[in-house]
């Protein structure tokens, strides 16, 4: 069992049963989240019938690494982790000159199913646990030796459909007790799910939320990610609108770019439309292929005329670079692989 899975409470009555002094709880969580150590062993100040109590009971990290790729820029590092029902998720690592990010799955596979999205393509199992979204972070952390700078829940899954277990993720990460992330230095990306953007928006976070919109009416956006029909696009930017009312952050948009899906100027225009009375920002993002994928990458080109129509209209747009597709580590490339 993880010690992540106990909360403190738990861990108080799992000191007390085991006839061991509480201010243990203390040194242990010191040891986990500010020193980010990983086995009991390491932990000096522990007596060695508490080092045996938690050896036996407990795991710190019940991720087993089944194999780690680097890109050939050494600027992604992606780990398939198998769980301990043996589902495998997979996390990377985004080292920047001035940043380094962890991104995490959320879930194993995801019920969305994006048909340019290899997350979904197998299928959905189920969502992970508070602890294993944790763990995540603690264990690639402890190979980087030190903490990242940024979160994304950009990996596997859908965050806004595991909500619990992702508000109590981030409020763990962001306690500073425990990993003390900052909140605006976590982002979320979301497909949109209305009844869920509604409820975060009371969640009192000042994390960065992102909106992966990918298409400007319902007619492609319903196309290319089927489970949009649920939630018009009018719905979703209301929500939105009421987001940033309560929260004051503003929002991001991710748009995923299609050749002769939604990368024309005419698109431009109608996105530009669309998202111009937003505080916002937008991050295109050329589509990276996946296997049997039926899209094609457009050309840097089309990608260009596209991006200046909208910096010349001044909104505040990014390009993602791709970073490790030769490891199937960029976006969207995240999928089960057996080995
Ligand atoms: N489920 C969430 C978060 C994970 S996906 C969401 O969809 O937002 C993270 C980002 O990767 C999303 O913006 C997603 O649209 C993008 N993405 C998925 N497949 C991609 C692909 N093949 N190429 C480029 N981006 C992709
Ligand atoms: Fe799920 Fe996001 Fe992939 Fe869509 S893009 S299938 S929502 S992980």
Redesign the pocket.
């Known amino acids: 069992m993880s010690i992540l899975s106990l909360n403190q409470e738990n861990l108080k009555e799992f000191l007390k049963i085991n006839n061991l002094p509480s201010f243990h709880l203390k040194q242990i969580n010191e040891w986990v989240f500010k020193k980010n150590v990983l086995n009991f062993e390491q932990m000096s100040n522990l007596s060695f019938s508490l080092k045996e109590k938690l050896n036996t009971n407990l795991k710190i990290s019940t991720l087993k690494l089944v194999k780690v790729e680097c890109a050939k820029n050494n600027e992604t590092k992606k780990y398939l982790f198998e769980l301990e029902d043996k589902k495998l998720i997979e996390t990377v690592l985004i080292i920047a000159p001035n940043r380094t990010t962890i ?1 995490v799955s ?1 879930q194993v596979g ?1 019920t ?1 199913g ?1 048909k ?5 393509k197998n299928g959905f199992f189920r969502n992970l646990k508070t602890y294993e979204i944790i763990e995540q972070i603690l264990f690639v952390a402890n190979d980087l030796k030190k903490y990242p700078s940024h979160i ?10 595991n909500y619990d277990n992702l508000i109590e993720s981030i409020k763990i990460l962001s306690n500073e007790n425990f990993l003390n992330i900052s909140q605006r230095r976590i982002t ?5 799910i209305v009844p869920q953007i509604k409820k975060l928006k009371n969640e009192n976070l000042k994390i960065n939320l ?3 919109l ?1 298409a400007s009416n319902d007619e492609i956006r319903n196309k290319i ?1 089927p489970f949009s029909k649920h939630f018009p696009l009018n719905d979703i930017l209301n929500a939105l609108k009421d987001y940033f009312e309560t929260t004051k952050r503003d929002i991001a948009f ?3 770019l299609l050749e002769k899906i939604n990368d024309s100027l005419i698109d431009a225009q109608n996105l530009y439309n669309l998202i111009k009375n937003f505080q916002c920002s937008l ?1 295109l ?6 296997d049997d ?1 039926d ?1 094609i ?1 457009p050309s840097s080109k089309r990608v260009e005329i596209f991006k200046k129509y909208l910096i010349d209209k001044k909104l505040n747009v990014t390009q ?1 670079y ?1 970073k490790g597709d030769d490891i199937s580590a ?5 999928v089960l692989k057996s080995i």
Request: aromatic share 10%.
């Open positions: 991104c959320s995801c969305v994006c340019f999205c290899a997350s979904g994304v829940f950009m990996g596997m899954g859908e965050p806004l459909l979320v990306s979301t497909v949109g992102c909106l992966s990918h990610i991710e748009y995923i991050n993002i050329p589509y990276n292929p996946i994928g899209f990458k993602r791709t960029a976006c969207g490339q995240l």
